[in-house]
């Protein structure tokens, strides 16, 4: 399902894309519960998905959904985190708030310096 999403999402066919994801969601969820990567990785693909189509409130509720799973599974110092509170901070600058955007932004690169170092690529792509 998840795959099948992909080629959809690829191909602009954005409601049929997130109708398999959310299928795969549901299977991910009865069979591994909602603590589980895969869970999180499903939801950032839908967070993905509804920032395509501008629907920036489902985008933001998906993402942070994500971080959410991903903060239970690996703990709140861990690069999968960082890289959801990219996705939460780009979602808050498209609406406006640039507030929470560069609150986003200055955790995810705290993330990052902790746990990669201050010279590695994605700190420098944080700051960027």
Same mark, same amino acid.
């Given at each position: ?5 992909e ?7 954005y ?10 969601? =549901? #299977? !991910?969820?009865? @069979?591994?519960?909602?603590? /589980?990567?895969? $869970?999180? =990785?499903?939801? /950032?693909?839908?967070? !993905?998905?509804? =920032?395509?189509? @501008?629907?920036?409130?489902k985008?933001?509720t !998906?993402? +942070?959904?994500?971080? @959410? #799973? ?6 709140? &110092?861990?690069?999968? $985190?960082?890289?959801?509170? &990219? ?8 609406l406006?708030? @640039? ?6 932004? +200055?955790?995810?690169?705290? $993330? ?17």
């Open positions: 399902m998840k795959r099948v999403g080629i959809h999402r690829l191909r602009g066919s409601d049929q894309a997130i109708e398999q994801f959310e299928s795969a969601l =549901d #299977v !991910y969820r009865m @069979n591994v519960g909602n603590d /589980h990567e895969s $869970v999180a =990785d499903t939801l /950032h693909c839908l967070g !993905y998905i509804h =920032d395509s189509k @501008n629907d920036s409130d985008a933001l !998906y993402h +942070k959904e994500a971080w @959410n #799973v991903r903060k239970a599974i690996f703990g709140k &110092d861990h690069v999968k $985190v960082a890289s959801s509170l &990219d996705d939460i901070a780009g979602i808050y600058q498209k406006g708030d @640039n507030v929470k955007a560069i609150s986003c932004l +200055k955790e995810a690169l705290r $993330v990052r310096k902790l746990t990669l170092g201050n010279e590695d690529m994605e700190v420098a792509t944080t700051l960027f």
